[in-house]
């Protein structure tokens, strides 16, 4: 099989096309092409008279592929390479079931990698199923009744499952191949395995994690909601069992020799009694900052100019960064095209907001994550967990400027520039489902990001032409981009307690300071996994 790159067509391109310029830059006739598939598909906007598709394809010839790859340019054509997931070997002795707790990405693929394998995990999921789920969440936006346990951030899926479902990462480990066809096998779009931003969308997603579930359990594991973990039974450094309170109330304890703690990144309640148990952990870097918001036909426009709404390009993505000269850089997150900013609160008296989108990003507005880096010398002090009181101040402060009814804060654009209040949204119509109350950002956020936040809008106005539009709407704060902890853990994966390892006790994921997103948290899970599998120890 031969991969052809740099291919170009236009917008509206049939399958026919895709076979001639195949056939061309191999020098052969399309009739000797007997299979085609697209490996990569991008958008190539940079010329907005011009916008058209890029394509990377696999196909097979009934053709010497040898001469074919002499007599063509190598730039262009070269063999196909593919990545296959090889399992590793089984050789833990235990009889003992694992028990994974928390059930997002990192969680998920975890028990998944645990239970093709044949080890049966225990899966303890603080949230809800995800048909519970969506109705708890549902409950908070409609009545301003939060679960505390089922929400946003916690329950089947984790915090990706209310997202865009992005799938984009920064990683190069190739295990995120695996990550991406597991999602296609279990209901996922098959158009994430070659598009060059690819996303699932929340409204596939939440069939997708049903589906995991159920061949986990199909394989003999068991996924337990409602049930959130209250203590690790230890004795000689080793770990022998966990305790967990059901929704009941009812305390349970289960004898295990491995501990999974995939907890996410807002498990506050969790990493602090860990911590008081005795496991260390650092301070690690996070991101504050808001979601601003504009009209999806405006940023379509920006970014594919006459092309825009053309039926297959969609909704317009973007992505950018810069660095003013007297600060740190802020940087767009989690865009979501087409798709409203939620209120993923967890904690009562808290605000805390997010982006989400169905697949077919088809809503009024386009939203992303405007955010800048906080160091662990700008926390309170240097306690590990300092950052969740750092997180939780600013949390805490928008639920007093919103009203305390869980009315999202936010501000125009145009009104934070000239740093003023805002008294009254304008055109941009906010998206978040709890509502908004106009604001000022500058009382919620520190000084040193609003001032970055300031001087980068403008930055990126000149990238973007009108991003910095004055009746574009921030909403804040997002403060839970990633976790402000991060567990020590050796090479054998295990966590450390009083300066040596804990034997059968592996943090995972984001929530543990090892991920930034749904990809890289499965992959960590897989890696997690593959360790429990190998049963190795440093001791």
């Known amino acids: 099989m031969l991969r052809i790159s740099e291919i170009k067509l236009p917008l509206d391109y049939t399958e026919e096309d895709l076979k001639l310029k195949a056939a061309k830059f191999m020098k052969v006739q399309t009739s000797d092409i007997t299979s085609l598939k697209v490996f990569r598909r991008s958008v190539d906007s940079r010329k907005k008279q011009d916008v058209h598709f890029v394509f990377t394809i696999d196909v097979e010839v009934n053709a010497d592929e040898q001469r074919i790859l002499k007599r063509s340019d190598k730039k262009k054509v070269q063999p196909s390479v593919f990545y296959h997931y090889v399992p590793v070997e089984n050789k833990r002795s235990s009889d003992f079931r694992p028990v994974v707790v928390g059930f997002g990405p990192a969680g998920m693929f975890c028990a998944l990698t645990l239970a093709e394998a044949g080890l049966r995990p225990i899966v303890l999921e603080r949230g809800h199923d995800a048909d519970t789920r969506t109705k708890d969440v549902q409950n908070f936006w409609q009545n301003r009744s939060l679960n505390t346990s089922s929400n946003i951030q916690f329950g089947e899926g984790g915090a990706g499952t209310f997202s865009d479902g992005k799938l984009t990462t920064g990683i190069k480990d190739p295990r995120q ?204 002090n240097e306690h590990p967990l300092s950052g969740f009181d750092l997180q939780r101040q600013m949390e805490q402060k928008a639920f007093e400027l919103g009203g305390k009814d869980y009315s999202a804060p936010a501000q125009l654009v145009g009104d934070f520039l000239a740093d003023r209040k805002s008294t009254k949204m304008g055109a941009v119509r906010p998206s978040c489902p709890t509502g908004v109350s106009p604001s000022d950002i500058r009382e919620v956020l520190p000084k040193s990001v609003t001032d970055i936040m300031a001087e980068a809008l403008l930055m990126m106005d000149k990238k973007l032409n009108g991003f910095a539009m004055p009746e574009a709407v921030l909403t804040f704060p997002e403060t839970r981009s990633s976790s402000p902890v991060r567990f020590l853990r050796d090479d054998y994966f295990e966590c450390s307690m009083g300066g040596d390892p804990l034997g059968g006790t592996y943090p995972c994921g984001e929530g543990a300071g090892y991920a930034g997103g749904i990809v890289s948290a499965g992959v960590d899970g897989i890696r997690v996994a593959e360790a429990i599998l190998t049963d190795e120890h440093a001791y």
């Open 177 to 380: 191949n695996k990550i991406m066809t597991d999602f296609v096998r279990f209901g996922a779009p098959e158009a994430i395995l070659y598009t060059n931003y690819p996303h699932i969308g929340t409204d596939n997603l939440v069939e997708v994690v049903k589906n995991i579930r159920k061949e986990i359990i199909r394989l003999g594991g068991d996924v337990r909601f409602g049930c959130t973990l209250t203590d690790l039974i230890i004795a000689n450094k080793y770990i022998h069992g966990v305790t967990y309170r059901e929704e009941s109330g009812a305390t349970v304890d289960l004898e295990t020799d491995c501990v999974v703690l995939a907890l996410g990144h807002s498990a506050r309640d969790t990493v602090t009694m860990l911590y008081n148990k005795g496991i260390q952990m650092m301070q690690k870097p996070f991101s504050v900052g808001a979601r601003i918001e504009h009209p999806r036909e405006f940023i379509d426009r920006a970014q594919y100019g006459e092309a825009a709404g053309h039926p297959n390009l969609g909704a317009a993505n973007y992505k950018m960064a810069c660095h003013p000269p007297h600060g740190r850089g802020m940087y767009t997150f989690c865009m979501c095209p087409g798709g409203t900013v939620v209120n993923a609160a967890s904690e009562e008296g808290g605000i805390v907001v997010n982006g989400m989108s169905e697949y077919a990003r088809d809503a009024e507005n386009s939203n992303s994550a405007l955010l800048v880096g906080i160091e662990p010398e700008h926390f309170p």
